[in-house]
């Protein structure tokens, strides 16, 4: 036994290195998780559908319906090609490439704010590239997790205060471009990553509370010097007030509410008429405010069925944190984790009455190339961090 224990040994490792570990470089594609893939392209079929049905009948956007699918579509297919290129990419070269990264994604954010940029309904947040509008606000999520993940790695644990100050100053510097824009959507989606990345590198509750008492300072200073527009302040509060304007402020939200509301248990079918999406009574229905179509015409069933599956998607990258090999695989894992959670909470909150109404897209769902490619880019992520997990 021991000879044979000796001679397996010797033949595995020809070459200085075990023959498992040899192919599961050359295939890493072996150790794919394909119930990951799977529940992402389910979402993205189910945002096709709701897309296609928001538009049914009405121009959302400018944009008939059929116009509003084919151009999901072709997001979702440059989406997969994408995914293919992040998950065969070792993703432990990212950490290297962290500060590359975080350049050319504030070079991107200031582009925005030039000529350049392209402003609609009062909002500068989009480079037009021709056929597609670019939104890097989208792309510096990832490339936030990838560069702070980058950095507590190398701290193996032991974070200090000046570890916190400088993670909150990578944070800090698109926030303002982004403030600029104005997004305070994504400035929010920031501080949850900033948050999450800090609690799975190792921070101390010190230095949360710290990070807390600085936060409440910066919302009195903010507005009360006045940094905030009148109709910025309106939406964040808005939820607040048990008796809105439903001919103005209130308006977005009781629509919604009345939309989800009237989908009952099964809903109402989809391409009916469906009062609050067929006449468009909900404003941005095919972007921000998607799952009120969900509730209306699919009903209780329908957006269970979804909220269900974004559930397995959490799952599965929490599992795939807790499996990685490595700190920056795992704060990666995490962090992307923490994006999808937040967006959908928010999202979805907003529409109930229960989360301030903010221009953050329902990951997967709502329309837009920029938003669906980032969420490939951070499953392509995922995939590549599972993949390499023996190696």
């Known amino acids: ?104 994604t504030l070079i991107s954010l200031i ?27 989208e792309l510096a999520k990832v490339a936030v997790i990838i560069t702070i993940a980058a950095y507590l790695a190398q701290r193996k644990g032991e974070v200090r205060a000046r570890d916190v100050a400088l993670c909150l100053g990578l944070v800090a510097a698109p926030s303002i471009l982004i403030y600029l824009q104005p997004d305070l959507g994504t400035m929010m989606v920031f501080v949850a990553l900033l948050g999450a990345l800090l609690l799975v590198g190792g921070a101390r509750i010190r230095h949360f509370v710290t990070l807390g008492i600085l936060g409440l300072i910066a919302i009195v200073v903010v507005l009360q010097a006045g940094m905030l527009k009148d109709y910025q302040v309106q939406r964040l509060t808005s939820f607040l007030d048990p008796n809105p304007d439903v001919q103005s402020l209130g308006y977005n939200l009781t629509q919604s509410k009345i939309a989800i509301g009237s989908g009952g248990m099964r809903g109402k079918g989809l391409g009916g008429r469906n009062t609050q999406t067929s006449l468009d009574f909900v404003p941005e229905q095919h972007t921000d405010f998607i799952f009120t179509a969900v509730g209306e015409q699919l009903g209780f069933v329908g957006s269970a069925t979804l909220l269900g599956l974004f559930a397995f998607l959490i799952w599965r ?75």
């Not at 050359?26 to 529940?39: N, W, Y």
């Not at 925005?112 to 939104?135: M, Y």
């Not at 109404?357 to 499953?379: C, E, K, Q, R, W």
Request: hydrophobic fraction near 50%; charged fraction near 10%.
């Open 1 to 104: 036994m021991a000879y044979e224990g000796f001679f397996g040994e010797a033949v595995d490792r020809i070459g200085g290195e075990p023959i498992s570990a040899r192919m599961a470089r050359k295939a890493p594609i072996r150790h794919l998780d394909p119930s990951l893939l799977l529940v992402t392209l389910l979402l993205s079929a189910y945002g096709a559908v709701m897309v296609n049905s928001t538009g049914a009948g009405n121009a959302a956007g400018g944009l008939e319906a059929s116009n509003l699918l084919k151009r999901q579509l072709a997001y979702l297919v440059a989406g997969v090609f994408v995914l293919l290129a992040v998950s065969f990419f070792d993703y432990r070269h990212l950490g290297g490439l962290s500060p590359l990264v975080y350049g050319a």
């Open 111 to 137: 582009l925005v704010l030039s000529p350049l940029g392209d402003t609609q309904k009062g909002a500068t947040r989009w480079i037009n590239l021709g056929a597609f509008q670019a939104q890097p606000s």
């Open 317 to 391: 990258g929490l599992r795939i944190a807790v499996m990685s090999r490595d700190l920056f695989g795992a704060m990666l894992a995490a962090g992307i984790v923490a994006l999808w959670a937040f967006q959908l909470f928010v999202n979805v909150g907003m529409t109930m009455g229960i989360m301030p109404i903010t221009g953050i897209p329902l990951p997967f769902i709502s329309f837009g190339g920029s938003s669906l490619i980032t969420n490939y880019v951070a499953v392509g992520l995922l995939l590549n961090i599972h993949m390499r997990r023996f190696l």
